[in-house]
């Protein structure tokens, strides 16, 4: 339920802080004193989209926040906590919607004093008002708005979602089939050369890796002679030779250790050759190593050319350099994957057919619930207009079979109605005239709003059109609705005012000493006030003993019922 609504800085309200009660609100007050506006404020802070000019004149920011009790709102705690929003203070009942707006038009939401996303608010107001616009009657006469509100009605929500996805789905692979069909030839010739290539490179057998070291391995094989000669030299001048250079060194180094005695600055000298002789010794291990490692088999060299020459063959073949041929495999193979997958007319058929089964399944079962919800809906709305001065009429929901259904279903949905006793159904757009159109929409409101969720209602003016008995008729069916829900009704109807709980006055007023801006402001009547007020409702400016007495009869009337 709404307890607190505040208001700062919005349009013509500079401050307003409203409490409210169970049961059944009006808000009543002259044409253009912002009844509305009180509306407008509320449907921001569940999500609504901002509209230029709604931050108050010469303000840098507009302000609203709006308090529920969600105790008993299960689901909405659920999705709180599942979301981390939930309020962790004191009151943990509670649940604090807030929309702050600045001048520019942006905007910042807030759940519980925490940051939140606008599809987030746009979630838990859903869970908490339904607002009935005063244009709703103008949306009945639209065939989807029909249809939705059937869904709404008959609880079908995640049904039509599914009856959507399967649709799609369907629809999808269709394409996919005709796609096939009309280039299956250029698909079957791609698919026949990629299956050759990659039946080639798998063939191959080439990697990276292998690319590498048959390049280095075939360097060094085809010349394997000039480095086994080169290695031999290399030996015989360090270390075989007669004149080799270690035995060389070790002479010179075997003289100047016997001279060290005369002259120790010999042993910087020989320090340099010992360090010489080291480093040359090493080099003859390693030279002797090398030249046992190389190999001269000529059959290997002549394999190791063949390999070569059969992947320069494939690279050239491809278009494409020898390193790349890995990953033109990888390509290829995932492309022929996907012409396998999509490219078989009759796996294709096969899943087609099952798409359209499932979605014919949950269409079919669709079609079941969206009949009995019409039945029902039929009969309560008929019931209804008997008492709305269209006694002997009827409405009924017509489902009408498609000859090809599509994603909202087999059937298309129509209103109709007989607004007098003898005559056949037709659409509602050809027959209503405004004054019944508003009654058949109030109708239908006030019965679908029954099997909503959300614990608070409010209707903006959707009793336009209608008035005498017909409107203390509509007081009485809100003021009934508001012993199950909190309701409110922005109304210009007297009959409508004196049947509610509550009621809450908004005047207009120009406040001289701030430059003559117009602000609204909000009353909450007393008894004696809800007269004047209804007797204002009656007789318009001017108010006679007579009318106050005709307001305090009907405020009087409406207390006994």
Known sequence: MLRFLSIRDFVIVDRAGLEFS????????????????????????????????????????????AEFDVARLAGLTDWLQENDLENQGDDSGTCLLRRVIDSSGRSRSFINGRAATLHQLRA???????????????????????RDLLDAFSGSRELTQAVALTYRRWQNLLQQRISWEKDSATFLQEREQLE?????????????????????????????????????????????????????????????????????????????????????????????HYQQRLDLDPQRLQDMEQRLTAIHAAARKNRVTSDELPDLLMTSTTRLEELMQGGDGEALAREEMTAMEAYLEHAKSLSEIRDKAAKTLSQQVSDAMQTLAMAGGEFS??????EQGNAHGLEKIEFQVSAHQGLPLRPLTKVASGGELS????????????????????????DSGIGGRVAEIVGTMLKKLGEERQVMCVTHLAQVASAADQQWQVAKSADHANGGKVTSHITVLDQRQRVEEIARMIGGMKITEATLQHAAEMLQMQSKE
């Open 196 to 288: 050759w290539q990659v039946r080639e490179l798998t063939t191959l057998n080439f990697s990276p890796g292998e690319w590498q070291t048959l390049q280095s391995d075939h360097s060094r094989l085809s010349h394997a002679a000039s480095l086994l000669e080169a290695t031999q030299v290399g030996l015989e001048i360090l270390s075989e030779g007669e004149l080799a250079s270690l035995a060389q060194v070790n002479a010179v180094i075997s003289r100047l250790q016997g001279l060290l005695s005369y002259d120790s600055d010999l042993r910087s000298v020989l320090d340099l050759l010992e360090s010489a002789q080291i480093q040359l010794q090493e080099a003859v291990y390693e030279l002797g």
């Open 397 to 402: 929901v017509g489902l009408i079979p498609l």
């Open 439 to 462: 009654r058949i929409s109030l109708a239908i409101q006030v019965i679908t709003s029954k099997v909503g969720t959300a614990p608070t209602l409010i209707f903006d003016e959707v």
């Open 22 to 65: 169970p049961g059944f609100t009006v808000l009543t007050g002259e044409t253009g004193a912002g009844k509305s506006i009180l509306i407008d404020a509320l449907s921001l802070a569940l999500g609504e989209r901002v509209e230029a000019g709604q931050v108050r004149n010469g303000c840098e920011r507009a302000e609203i926040s």
């Open 124 to 146: 838990a107001g859903e869970r908490l008002i339904d607002i009935h616009g005063q244009h709703a009657h103008q949306s009945l006469l639209r065939s989807d708005s029909q």
